[in-house]
């Protein structure tokens, strides 16, 4: 499992890199225009490396997330986010997080934008046959970049790595990588 999930945080750093480099080293070339847009929706999917607690001989589950962001006028934003994950013979979660967030650039100025959160929510377990809800906690990073030059629509492209601790039981850490999309609402 920490093979896997070392190769996927890599392959995170790796898309987050090549992205903003490309911009940076194309900022000359071209003027991006900031834009009143302070919301954004995303959706996501992607693997999760589980805790081996949670289940025997199982390694990764699948997820999807949901997320509602606002930017304010400096770097910093925050999400909420509605995620459901799937653990093969290990049952289901459910989550809703709160997460701050702080970007290396303004997301709203049109470039790939480096980004830390961390947040603190509650998780909804289903596993063998036990049905709890608990405190969890999040921390992460990843990249949001423009595809509009690629594909001419306002979207993102947004990757991104998360450490994720549930409280049930003795405690599960997981690792999320997802990839996805995000628009900007408003404009």
């Not at 945080?9 to 225009?33: H, I, K, M, Q």
């Not at 400096?74 to 986010?81: A, K, L, Q, T």
């Not at 994950?85 to 289901?92: I, K, L």
Request: no cysteine; proline share 2%; charged share 20%.
């Amino acid at each position: 499992m920490h093979k896997l999930t070392a190769n996927l945080f890599g392959l995170v750093f790796l898309l987050g890199s090549g992205a903003a480099a490309a911009d940076l080293l194309g900022s000359e070339e071209r003027t991006r225009v900031a834009t009143p847009d302070r919301q954004y929706l995303s959706a996501m999917a992607g693997f999760t490396a589980v805790d081996d607690d949670r289940a025997e001989n199982v390694d990764e589950g699948l997820h999807a997330v949901g997320i509602y962001g606002y930017q304010f006028d400096n770097n910093f934003g925050v999400e909420g986010s509605f995620a459901a994950e799937a653990v093969r013979g290990a049952g289901h979660r459910v989550t809703a997080m709160l997460d701050g967030y702080y970007g290396f650039a303004n997301r709203r100025a049109g470039n790939a934008v480096p980004y830390y959160l961390a947040g603190i929510g509650l998780a909804h377990n289903d596993i063998d046959s036990d049905s709890t809800t608990n405190l969890a906690y999040n921390i992460g990073l990843g990249i949001s970049a423009p595809l509009d030059d690629l594909i001419g629509l306002r979207l993102r492209f947004r990757g991104e790595a998360r450490y994720f601790h549930d409280t049930v039981g003795d405690g599960l850490d997981d690792f999320r990588v997802s990839l996805g999309l995000e628009v900007p609402l408003f404009r």
